[in-house]
Nanobody
Framework: QVQLVESGGGLVQAGGSLRLSCAAS????????MGWYRQAPGKQRDLVAR???????NYADSVKGRFTISRDNAKKTVYLQMNSLKPEDTAVYYC?????????WGQGTQVTVSS
């Protein structure tokens, strides 16, 4: 069973940057398209960025031009570079396969953007 561990969240002022990491266990990580999801209080969990096994990326309109997803298959890690953060980016961020989540969800990492 693959386990996912997210890290890198924190409190940042609007306009700031954060880099999230998601470390995966298991030997078959590289074949999966991976994504970063986020869930704000009282809202559903939404996919915001996706990267396939070949490195092609897709983004939700709300983060396009500000967020960059990348992966290092040798390290079994997916990253999310978040720039020009806005208060509406405040949420718990998770990684999983995308667009359909296959693995058990990790604990996520909290991102809080103050205005």
């Amino acid at each position: 069973q693959v386990q996912l561990v997210e890290s890198g969240g924190g409190l940042v002022q609007a306009g700031g940057s954060l880099r999230l990491s998601c470390a995966a266990s298991g030997s078959i990580f590289s074949i999966y398209a991976m994504g970063w999801y986020r869930q704000a209080p009282g809202k559903q969990r939404d996919l915001v960025a996706r990267i396939n096994s070949g490195g092609m990326t897709n983004y939700a309109d709300s983060v396009k031009g500000r967020f960059t997803i990348s992966r290092d298959n040798a390290k079994k890690t997916v990253y999310l570079q978040m720039n020009s953060l806005k208060p509406e980016d405040t949420a718990v961020y998770y990684c999983n396969t995308a667009p359909t989540s296959i693995f058990s969800w990790g604990q996520g990492t909290q991102v809080t953007v103050s205005s």
